[in-house]
């Protein structure tokens, strides 16, 4: 087992989380533990979503998360659902509470920068997967 740590540029955008996603590929026979940073500029869109949260506003920091990681996702190649739930979960937190304690927010990006990686591994891992099945039964890729 080997643990993989990412974060700050190593996940800025969707070309760094697609050599994030090779790396780990380099790694699978150690079976790696992939832990990741939220995308870039999502802390500080995070932060200021926290101090927004109890006056009532942040809807447009909340759309400015969605617009990044939709941007990312659609990037990537990646079906575009695939972080709809923690989006909504997100929204939902600012929307109920009017304070979104810094400790959820945190954790609802890193889920959501853990989802892109867990989804482009997989895809990535099925696709060689497939390229080495097709040379196994001597069709070349």
Do not use: W, Y
């Amino acid at each position: 087992m080997i643990v993989m740590k990412f974060g700050g540029t190593s996940v800025g955008d969707a070309d760094a989380i697609s050599q994030v996603a090779s790396v780990v590929r380099q790694h699978l026979a150690r079976k790696p533990v992939v832990v990741v940073s939220a995308i870039a500029k999502i802390t500080d869109a995070l932060v200021r979503l926290a101090e927004e949260s109890p006056k009532g506003t942040g809807s447009d920091t909340v759309q400015l998360i969605r617009s990044i990681h939709e941007h990312t996702i659609e990037t990537l190649g990646i079906d575009r659902h695939l972080c709809a739930q923690e989006l909504c979960e997100l929204e939902t937190l600012v929307k109920e509470s009017r304070r979104a304690p810094m400790r959820s927010v945190s954790i609802c990006s890193n889920r959501l920068a853990s989802a892109c990686a867990r989804k482009l591994s997989r895809r990535s891992c099925r696709k060689m997967a497939s390229q080495r099945a097709r040379t196994t039964h001597g069709i070349s890729a």
